[in-house]
């Protein structure tokens, strides 16, 4: 069982930044991709930027060239770094890793608030 936790959210300015962290606890064998998405309030989870454990990264279109997705195997974290902030980032961010043995494991959410 993975246990993950996410902090760095907040209310910020637009063109404001802000540096999301996750960290893996718990039992389990590997992590293979982690990823951040979001969720605004009438609209469905989408993916904002995922990182394999080779670093390969892969980003929504809405976020390329503002946002910056990096990893640190050894501590098991993932980190979202937000630039450019629009209000249109606002959303609770959620925290996502996948890896061995079938293992699927989301954070609790931290709030991203741009105000215009």
């Known amino acids: 069982q993975v246990q993950l936790v996410e902090s760095g959210g907040g209310l910020v300015q637009a063109g404001g930044s802000l540096r999301l962290s996750c960290a893996a606890s718990g039992t389990f064998f590997s992590i293979n991709t982690m990823a951040w998405y979001r969720q605004a309030p009438g609209k469905q989870r989408e993916l904002v930027a995922v990182?394999?454990?080779?670093?390969?990264?892969n980003y929504a279109d809405s976020v390329k060239g503002r946002f910056i997705i990096s990893r640190n195997n050894a501590l098991n974290t993932v980190y979202l770094q937000m630039n450019d902030l629009r209000p249109e980032d606002t959303a609770v961010y959620y925290c996502n890793a996948r890896g061995a043995y079938f293992l699927n494991s989301w954070g609790q959410g931290t709030q991203v608030t741009v105000s215009s």
């Open positions: 990182i394999t454990s080779g670093g390969d990264e």
